[in-house]
């Protein structure tokens, strides 16, 4: 299943947000989305709440865009199960990754 990327242009509060499944086969067409936004420099901020999987591809591509970012990655609302992939990893030790939830 194709990730859907909801706005690929930054909101009004700057963010984008995902939905589907974050893998080997969708991360391509999520590089030529966040292209613009890498290139712009500025913040990133991905709202996650309906992502419904994530592989290792998946993890690597966040960790480009944190790495690539002009400030740290806000992923928001990252559904419980993506957060423990993400810890397992090590990835919510990083400085580069702010997680939050917003209600």
Known sequence: MEPLVT???????GTVQLEGEIDMHTVPSLEAAFASIVAGG???CVDMAN???IDSAGLHFLAR???????????LNV????????EIVGMTDLPSI????EA
Do not use: C, Y
């Open 7 to 13: 706005s690929a242009e930054s909101t009004q509060h």
């Open 42 to 44: 500025g913040p990133i």
């Open 51 to 53: 992502v419904t999987f």
């Open 65 to 75: 865009l944190a790495k690539n970012g002009a400030a740290p990655l806000t992923l």
């Open 79 to 86: 559904p419980t199960r993506v957060v423990r992939v993400m």
């Open 98 to 101: 702010e997680l939050r939830n």
